[in-house]
C-alpha cells in the first residue's frame, strides 16, 4: 500500500465516491488496478467490500492522505497546502491573517516555517533561479511576435512610442502610413453604371482585382511584420546583438529569406550556423577521446609483459621527445619478437574458445580487446553482407598486421565473408 498526498484541503475539489457519492474526506481508498479514470472510495464503502462492474473487493489499493510530513516533521502536507494556500490569499508578510486561516498553526510558527523553508531554503531558491534562467533562454531564443491584448497601448501621434512601433497602432492593428499608402487612389473616380460597355465594364474589374492584389500584398508585409516581432525594430536589433559579428553578418545577408520561412524557422536556421564552432569543437574533442582509447586498448596489450610494457614506454617516450617512428623501427629491428601473452586471469579469457585464445597469445591481444573488435566486425559484416580488409583497419584502429590476422582468423573460422 502507498501513502500518497491529495493537493487540495477542500471536499469539493475531490471526486466524489464511486461507492455513496459522497464527497471523499482523507483518508480515502484508490484501487490501483482499476482505470481510468481513478476508481476511489470512502473508508466506509471499502471496509462493506463494496464492488462495481470490473472492481473487484480484493483488488490491491493505495490509501490516499496528505497526513505525513514534507520539510519539517512537524508539518504535515496538509498543513504545507493550507500555509501556501493562506498566503495567497492574505498576502506576504500578513502572519496573524494566515494563522487565523490555518486554525493549527501560530503566528510565530508560520512565519518562522515559511522564511525557514520557502524562502531562505537554497533547494528553492536555485529552483526558482533555475526557472528564471529557462524562461529568458526561451524568450531570447524566439522571435518577437506581437500579440493583440483586451486593452492595446494607444500611443500619441508622433510620439517616441509611436515612432519605435514604426507607426503601428494596435488598437486598429493598423500603420499610420501603410505600405502602398496611395493604392486607393486609383479607385476615386471608378463608378460602374448600367450603360458602360463590356470592354470599359472589363476594364474598371481589372483596376479592381489590381488592387484586390495590392491590398494582399499589404496583409503580407503586416503579417511579416508581426510573426517577425519587427513592430518595434529597435529591440529587435537589440536581440540580434546577442549573436557573434560574424552571426549577425549573416543575419543581415539571410534576412530577405526571413519571408519564406516563420520567425522560429528563420531563428533557428542563423544558429544553427552560430553553434557550427561549438560542433567543430566537440568534434575535435571526440577525435582526441577516440585517441586516448586506442592507446588504452595498446596498453593493455602489453601490460602482462614486463619487458613489452617497458618497450612500449620507452617508445612513447621517444615519439614525445621528437622522434620519428621510422627512426624507432630501425633502432628496435634488431631486438627479438616478444613473447606469447599470458592470458591467465585476464577477463573474457573464459568466453573464448582454443584456437582464439591460441589467436590471442600470438597476437598478443587481450581477450577483451578481442571480443570487442570481434563484435564490431561482426555487426558490420552482416549489415553489409560481406567486408572487406580495407573496412576492418577503418573499424579498428590498431595495428595493421594484427588486424590482418584477426581479419584472416575470421574468415578461416568462419564467422565472417569476404564482401
Known sequence: MDRLGSFSNDPSDKPPCRGCSSYLMEPYIKCAECGPPPFFLCLQCFTRGFEYKKHQSDHTYEIMTSDFPVLDPSWTAQEEMALLEAVMDCGFGNWQDVANQMCTKTKEECEKHYMKHFINNPLFASTLLNLKQAEAAKTADTAIPFHSADDPPRPAFDSLLSRDMAGYMPARADFIEEFDNYAEWDLRDIDFVEDDSDILHALKMAVVDIYHSRLKERQRRKKIIRDHGLVNLRKFRLMERRYPKEVQD??????????????????????????????????????????????????????????????????????????????????????????????????????????????????????????????????????????????????????????????????????????
Open 250 to 419: 549573416l543575419y543581415e545577408t539571410m534576412r530577405r529569406f526571413a519571408r519564406i520561412v516563420g520567425p522560429v524557422e528563420h531563428d533557428k536556421f542563423i544558429e544553427s550556423h552560430a553553434c557550427a564552432r561549438t560542433y567543430d569543437h566537440l568534434k575535435k574533442t571526440r577525435e582526441e577521446e577516440r585517441l586516448k582509447r586506442t592507446m588504452l586498448s595498446e596498453v593493455l596489450q602489453y601490460i602482462q609483459d614486463s619487458s613489452a610494457c617497458q618497450q612500449w614506454l620507452r617508445r612513447q617516450a621517444d615519439i614525445d621527445s621528437g622522434l620519428s617512428p621510422s627512426v624507432l623501427m630501425a633502432s628496435n629491428s634488431g631486438r627479438r619478437s616478444a613473447p606469447p601473452l599470458n592470458l591467465t586471469g585476464l577477463p573474457g579469457t573464459e568466453k573464448l574458445n582454443e584456437k582464439e585464445k591460441e589467436l590471442c597469445q600470438v597476437v598478443r591481444l587481450v581477450p577483451g580487446a578481442y571480443l570487442e573488435y570481434k563484435s564490431a566486425l561482426l555487426n558490420e559484416c552482416h549489415k553489409q553482407g560481406g567486408l572487406r580488409l580495407a573496412q576492418a583497419r577503418a573499424l579498428i584502429k590498431i595495428d595493421v598486421n594484427k588486424t590482418r590476422k584477426i581479419y584472416d582468423f575470421l574468415i578461416r573460422e568462419g564467422y565472417i565473408t569476404k564482401a
